[in-house]
């Protein structure tokens, strides 16, 4: 029988960390739980980004969520990339490290994107034996999070979350759930969210993530731009009965709103974690104009 | 193969390199590789990442070059953001780099290259575009944090430049387009004018200042000598005037300077 959560704590509901929100946080000290802030925004940086991020480590539980680890590629594992971030990590010492399941780039190139593997034994393989090397290395646990993917191969035979369980099994890594992705994939991709979640090991889910997408008719873009929909509310209250308490995170990357609107929207959440949930409206679809999956942004330059 | 494919198709939608994605996977034609859905084909499927791929990286372009941006207008920004990005695809985890030989690019994509009278307003966007990729450069600079402001009791020998104090000199005065710019004012393309800042780094904050070429020469000096009375000195003989002179105009500077935080102390 493996540990709950891998004996990794329940950190409760947490926003991510946004350049936009820096001053408002560091003056005005809002109750939240813990702030996950993007590894890739902080590695490279010596300036206030990461002098920002080590104050705000001093006061709140922070965890590193990273995009480029490209856990899935056939490139070597880069492990300069792997050194800077155990370097951001022994500093900052976040409660875990996470990224996707899923490849960035080849040929040393970074799409900035995160690709969907074709999902059959062989890539199951590779991933796994790479998640121990990164782990060897970084001497903690990862924790993956299922990316929202808008395509699948030919060539995938094993579901979703039976990748994830077996990844789990075979490498002793942790479950980060990003319930919107789940709900973006199936509808992308033609599965049922609730099989998938209902597939998952619970007892590895150490984090959720929870966001807002945009519905472009015959297809849905995880925008991280808006509020979270119903029916993705819904998803999260089965997922919260089956795995019970985490750490759950409101991600908001595009049209980034003051903070206290942001954390309003998060503070929803505890609506959602028990079987009497409140009614939910239908969300209305707004926004045809496309916009940016999983927006990633470089923190701006800002002058006095 | 499958990921190099997926990759080129992602990088070059049209296809317009010699790189054709078909020779990566023998059988590469989308539906073969990629599922069609119950409302989507492969291609359609395909297509959302080839969008996003692209617009992604134009966003973070124009965060890092937002002041470029504004400058030539979305439209033609996209458009070299674009030409840049298929021929520089990014190889770095920090997207902070993505810029990085932006500058070059336009050196190199300019219309006029040829020619032997350029376009001045060429010549900005260019300058404009090393100077704020040199800011943000700056901005995440790792440099030495705790030090001692100088203050006006601090003795000549203890006052030192602050660690993080650049002097860059433009035929434009890109610093005020800047400035003007990031303080949500409406600049506009300035004439050919040969200009001189200064870019100091304190508490993480970065100050951009215009100085005079009299000022610029001093504090070049001063970097390279990092002791005053040898910087007055050799000033003095720059400009052929007397140490007293110098040492005059030295005091005013030296008032102003420690106000603006251009000093600790040693
Ligand atoms: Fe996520």
């Known amino acids: ?304 | 193969m499958f990921q190099q494919w997926m990759q080129q198709m992602l990088l070059d939608p049209h296809q317009k390199t010699a790189q054709n994605p078909a020779d990566l996977l023998p059988s590469s034609f989308e539906g073969n590789v990629v599922k069609e859905s119950s409302r989507l084909s492969a291609k359609e499927h395909l297509a959302i990442y080839q969008r996003s791929y692209i617009a992604r990286l134009r966003n973070c372009m124009a965060q890092q070059f937002s002041a470029l941006e504004y400058c030539l207008g979305e439209e033609l920004f996209t458009a070299f953001a674009d030409e840049y990005l298929a021929e520089n695809p990014s190889t770095h985890y920090n997207l902070g780099e993505l810029g990085r030989g932006f500058t070059k690019y336009l050196e190199n994509a300019r219309p006029d290259r040829e020619a032997t009278e350029k376009e001045e307003w060429i010549d900005f966007i260019i300058a404009l575009a090393d100077f704020e990729f040199k800011l943000n450069e700056i901005f995440e600079e790792q440099a030495e944090e705790h030090y001692k402001l100088a203050t006006s009791k601090t003795i000549k020998s203890n006052l030192k430049l602050v660690p993080i104090c650049y002097l860059f000199k433009y035929d434009f005065p890109v610093q005020n387009y800047y400035s003007d710019f990031k303080h949500e004012r409406t600049p506009e393309v300035p004439l050919k004018q040969l200009s001189y800042c200064v870019v100091l780094r304190h508490n993480f904050k970065l100050s951009l200042f215009d100085i005079h070429e009299e000022q610029f020469h001093f504090l070049t000096l001063l970097k390279r000598l990092n002791d005053i009375n040898l910087t007055i000195k050799q000033f003095a003989k720059d400009y052929s005037k007397s140490i007293d002179e110098v040492t005059a105009v030295w005091q005013i500077w030296k008032a102003r300077w420690i106000e603006l935080n251009f000093f600790r102390e040693q």
């Open chain 1, 1 to 304: 029988m493996s540990i709950k959560r891998l004996g990794l704590p329940a950190l409760g509901l947490g926003l991510g960390l946004r350049s936009k929100h820096f001053n408002h946080i560091l003056e005005q000290a809002p109750e939240v739980e813990w702030f996950e802030a993007i590894s890739e925004n902080f590695m490279d940086s010596f300036g206030r980004p990461r002098n920002i991020l080590n104050q705000i480590a001093e006061r709140y539980p922070v965890v590193l969520h990273g995009v480029s680890l490209s856990i899935g590629s056939t490139d070597p594992l880069n492990f300069e990339y792997l050194k800077r971030l155990k370097a951001l990590a022994d500093e900052v010492k976040p409660k875990w490290v996470s990224d996707h399941l899923c490849w960035t780039g080849v040929l040393t190139i970074n799409s900035h994107d995160l690709l969907p593997l074709p999902l059959n034994e062989e890539s199951l393989d590779h991933v796994c034996e790479r998640v121990l090397k990164v782990q060897e290395f970084m001497q903690r646990p990862l924790m993956l999070e299922n990316p929202s993917t808008y395509a699948s191969f030919t060539n995938s035979d094993i579901p979703e979350w039976e990748f994830l369980s077996e990844m789990t099994k075979r490498t002793d890594c942790g479950l980060l759930l990003d319930v919107n992705n789940v709900y973006v994939s199936s509808f992308n991709n033609d599965f049922d969210p609730v099989t998938y979640i209902k597939g998952l090991p619970h007892d590895r889910i150490v984090q959720m993530h929870l966001a807002g997408h945009q519905h472009c008719g015959n297809y849905i873009i995880d925008t991280h731009d808006r509020k979270v929909t119903s029916e993705v509310w819904k998803l999260f209250n089965l997922a919260y009965r089956l795995v019970g308490k985490n750490s759950i995170l409101l991600e908001w990357d595009g049209n980034i709103p003051e903070f206290d609107v942001y954390h309003s929207e998060l503070l929803k959440a505890k609506k959602y974690m028990h079987e009497n949930m409140p009614d939910l409206v239908e969300t209305e679809h707004e926004g045809m104009v496309e916009s940016v999956s999983n927006p990633i942004n470089f923190i701006p330059t800002e002058i006095a």
